[in-house]
């Protein structure tokens, strides 16, 4: 099975700075590739902030001075072809948009060595909708992770019907090598496993609170009590940010859906109560 040692990360953004982080945390040789110097600019300051998380969670153990090591180990481009050029696993985790992603893998097939794997962090699209595209399908799944991946570390491997078993495996190997328990996937999957189950969660507790039937409170305790889950749905929403489920809900075309957005509209996202990040949701922090 082929080793993961160096492992590169497209976008540094909001995923891809915490994908890039704890892979580098637990000893990969981690690049973090963005467009430009400023989007890197941008990156370091990502990962310093994570770099103190880490340390106060003591994730992994912590550990005198690990921060700083981590930290400096890091390395930065916006030269794809320099990003790539020993990569073991390249991570893509830019926005998620067809066309962007698409070109991303039809530049990265161009400057990658045979040995790289590729995987997408993407949480709507198949990894089929992307397989032409990187020119190698048999070094090709999703990897998806969750937000706060240093606590909610599941990573869920994905393949297509062309992804080589092996390839597979080295994946997982690296999931398990940087602190995040692998989810395997036998076959494709939109919403991979975690977001199959959590979505129609969300939408089914939007739709007895806009319809009047009982209050977040009631709904979140009528959750806890009754499968001994540690939080409710409405817990989970302030903890998510409320925006993301108002864009998705906005988008949205069904009566229900716009229910809730005009709601998430009217009571939190006009008044800046975005949840836990700002220290009010439907609760309070
Ligand atoms: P984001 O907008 O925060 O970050 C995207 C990054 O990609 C930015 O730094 C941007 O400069 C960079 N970028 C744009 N075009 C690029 C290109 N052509 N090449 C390289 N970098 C480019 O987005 P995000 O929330 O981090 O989401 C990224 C991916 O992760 C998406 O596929 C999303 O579905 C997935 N994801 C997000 C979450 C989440 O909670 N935010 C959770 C799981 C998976």
């Given at each position: 099975?082929?080793?993961?040692?160096?492992?590169?990360?497209?976008?540094?953004?909001?995923?891809?700075?915490?994908?890039?982080?704890?892979?580098?945390?637990?000893?990969?040789?981690?690049?973090?590739?963005?467009?430009?110097?400023?989007?890197?600019?941008?990156?370091?300051?990502?990962?310093?902030?994570?770099?103190?998380?880490?340390?106060?969670?003591?994730?992994?153990?912590?550990?005198?001075?690990?921060?700083?090591?981590?930290?400096?180990?890091?390395?930065?481009?916006?030269?794809?072809?320099?990003?790539?050029?020993?990569?073991?696993?390249?991570?893509?985790?830019?926005?998620?948009?067809?066309?962007?992603?698409?070109?991303?893998?039809?530049?990265?097939?161009?400057?990658?060595?045979?040995?790289?794997?590729?995987?997408?962090?993407?949480?709507?699209?198949?990894?089929?909708?992307?397989?032409?595209?990187?020119?190698?399908?048999?070094?090709?799944?999703?990897?998806?992770?969750?937000?706060?991946?240093?606590?909610?570390?599941?990573?869920?491997?994905?393949?297509?019907?062309?992804?080589?078993?092996?390839?597979?495996?080295?994946?997982?190997?690296?999931?398990?090598?940087?602190?995040?328990?692998?989810?395997?996937?036998?076959?494709?999957?939109?919403?991979?496993?975690?977001?199959?189950?959590?979505?129609?969660?969300?939408?089914?507790?939007?739709?007895?609170?806009?319809?009047?039937f009982a209050d977040a409170e009631t709904i979140d305790k009528t959750w806890r009590i009754g499968?001994?889950?540690?939080?409710?749905?409405?817990?989970?929403?302030?903890?998510?940010?409320?925006?993301?489920p108002y864009n998705i809900a906005v988008a949205s075309s069904d009566a229900g859906s716009q229910?809730?957005?005009?709601?998430?509209?009217?009571n939190f996202i006009d008044a800046g109560k975005l949840g836990v990040a700002t220290g009010e949701?439907?609760?309070?922090?």
């Amino acid at each position: 099975m082929q080793k993961i040692s160096n492992v590169t990360v497209l976008g540094t953004g909001v995923l891809g700075s915490q994908i890039a982080f704890q892979a580098a945390w637990y000893g990969y040789a981690v690049t973090a590739f963005d467009l430009d110097e400023s989007l890197l600019g941008a990156a370091r300051e990502r990962f310093t902030k994570l770099a103190a998380i880490y340390t106060a969670d003591g994730v992994g153990g912590g550990g005198e001075g690990r921060g700083e090591r981590v930290l400096a180990g890091i390395h930065y481009s916006h030269d794809l072809a320099e990003a790539v050029a020993d990569a073991d696993l390249v991570i893509e985790a830019v926005p998620e948009t067809l066309s962007i992603k698409q070109q991303t893998y039809t530049d990265l097939a161009a400057v990658a060595p045979a040995k790289t794997i590729f995987a997408t962090n993407s949480s709507t699209l198949l990894p089929s909708d992307l397989k032409e595209s990187t020119g190698r399908p048999d070094r090709f799944l999703a990897l998806h992770y969750a937000n706060n991946v240093w606590r909610q570390n599941t990573a869920e491997v994905m393949g297509t019907t062309d992804t080589d078993p092996a390839v597979f495996d080295a994946v997982v190997a690296f999931t398990e090598g940087s602190g995040l328990v692998p989810i395997r996937l036998k076959k494709e999957k939109a919403g991979s496993v975690l977001n199959s189950m959590l979505v129609p969660l969300l939408n089914a507790a939007a739709g007895l609170l806009v319809g009047g039937f009982a209050d977040a409170e009631t709904i979140d305790k009528t959750w806890r009590i009754g499968t001994g889950a540690p939080v409710g749905p409405f817990q989970i929403f302030d903890i998510i940010g409320l925006t993301t489920p108002y864009n998705i809900a906005v988008a949205s075309s069904d009566a229900g859906s716009q229910a809730f957005a005009a709601y998430l509209k009217e009571n939190f996202i006009d008044a800046g109560k975005l949840g836990v990040a700002t220290g009010e949701g439907f609760y309070r922090y």
